[in-house]
């Protein structure tokens, strides 16, 4: 079988004898799970992969991992297997937390690129500032010497009240 994430849902393709896939797929969701709090986390996460711009094929995996693995516990539930549902509901919420975490450090880096951006650009104008402060003051420094040197050449004529 093969899944793949496609417009809002997974779909489902089941392998031919020689290996290829069908044509014929079923749409999966989370909301064809059983009412647990594995559903209700994968529905939030469903919905907030669907806002998300980036990383959406990984997300989408590991959504449609726990959405797998939340069908399979249905199954065995269904079955009266309820030691075996137990621990796959379990694995399915362990698929949507590292979707989740996944979803939240593509988030992160996100925002540390553009604080990142902000940073190099705040340190060219830094920069560029100081380079003017630092030519102000050697321009300030040379028209000091020029006034004392201009001081000792310049020569008053004595005043006629002085006599």
């Known amino acids: 079988m093969a899944w793949a994430l496609t417009g809002g849902a997974i779909?489902?393709?089941?392998?031919t004898p020689h290996g290829q896939l069908s044509s014929a797929t079923?749409?999966?969701h989370p909301s064809e799970l059983p009412p647990t709090e594995v559903k209700r986390e994968l529905l939030k996460l469903w919905?907030?992969?669907?806002?998300?711009e980036g990383g959406r094929s990984l997300v989408g995996r590991l959504l449609d991992n726990g959405v797998r693995t939340?069908?399979?516990?249905?199954?065995?539930?269904d079955a009266g297997d309820r030691r075996h549902a137990l621990l796959l509901?379990?694995?399915?919420?362990?698929?949507a937390l590292l979707a989740q975490r996944?979803?939240?450090?593509?988030r992160v880096?996100?925002?540390?690129?553009k604080f990142a951006k902000r940073v190099r650009v705040k340190e060219t104008s830094m920069s560029r500032r100081r380079a003017l402060v630092a030519a102000l003051h050697?321009?300030?420094?040379?028209l000091r010497a020029a006034i004392a040197g201009s001081k000792k050449t310049l020569v008053l004529p004595p005043s006629e009240g002085a006599k």
């Open 47 to 52: 919905r907030e992969m669907g806002a998300f």
């Open 26 to 28: 079923k749409p999966v």
């Open 102 to 106: 996944l979803l939240r450090a593509v």
């Open 89 to 95: 509901d379990m694995l399915a919420g362990d698929w």
């Open 109 to 113: 880096e996100r925002h540390n690129k």
């Open 11 to 15: 779909s489902v393709a089941r392998a």
């Open 138 to 142: 050697a321009r300030r420094g040379r």
């Open 70 to 77: 939340g069908q399979r516990a249905r199954s065995a539930r």
